[in-house]
């Protein structure tokens, strides 16, 4: 009965705190860049098509997708799909030189893998992007709906951040959401990485 009422009340509070990181999704807020950094991020989300895999060898590609893909089938029934959003999750993460599940736990948390979701703020797609980035780095007609479009801006805002912050995850997530500190977003995605998608190998790698 009292492991019983522990799993109610953790499922309780963390329903909690979902609830007040909906109050205030997608809402990054916009700071003046300096040239270099607005150059330098306009070059980091321009588009180039994704290499066939970031993964060191095919075991390891193979180990992942299935793992993922099983955690992920009831948010997203359509295997195909589904397959093509890990790779590209993977890679744009990757790429950006952040961890693949962090970023499978922030989309739940923004968007819950909802490709055309838009909140109140007007922030779009699976990792609810402020339309304001795209002017800002001079690409205004970018379609931020667009699978790896929003993914390679999400992941390059989220980059951005972490720089600004010199690595401190707690203080970017908080920029990126629009909530600097304010604790419930950032334990939010913590959350959902480490309980739900959490995933350890040393293997991978960027091709």
Not at 30 to 49: G, H, I, K, T
Not at 98 to 104: A, E, H, R
Not at 154 to 161: D, N, V
Request: charged residues 20%.
């Amino acid at each position: 009965m009292t492991q019983r009422r522990a799993t109610v009340a953790g499922i309780a509070a963390f329903a909690a705190l979902l609830q007040a990181a909906a109050a205030f999704a997608g809402n990054q807020q916009y700071e003046p860049l300096a040239a270099s950094v607005q150059a330098a991020m306009s070059s980091a989300v321009s588009d180039r098509a994704p290499p066939t895999s970031a993964f060191t060898d095919s075991m390891e590609n193979v180990q992942w997708l299935v793992d993922m893909s099983r955690r992920l089938e009831k948010r997203m029934p359509d295997r195909d799909a589904r397959l093509e959003f890990l790779r590209a999750v993977h890679y744009e993460a990757t790429r950006a030189g952040l961890d693949p599940q962090l970023v499978l736990g922030l989309i739940q948390v923004e968007s819950g893998f909802k490709k055309y979701a838009v909140s109140s703020a007007g922030a779009r797609g699976y990792m609810q992007v402020m339309p304001f980035w795209a002017k800002l780095l001079g690409r205004g007609d970018d379609n931020l709906f667009h699978l790896r479009t929003n993914l390679r801006y999400g992941c390059t805002i989220l980059r951005h951040y972490l720089d600004i912050e010199q690595g401190d995850l707690y203080r970017a997530l908080g920029r990126y959401n629009g909530s600097l500190g304010k604790p419930e977003y950032p334990n939010l995605v913590r959350s959902a990485w480490q309980n739900q998608w959490s995933y350890s190998s040393s293997r991978i790698a960027l091709r």
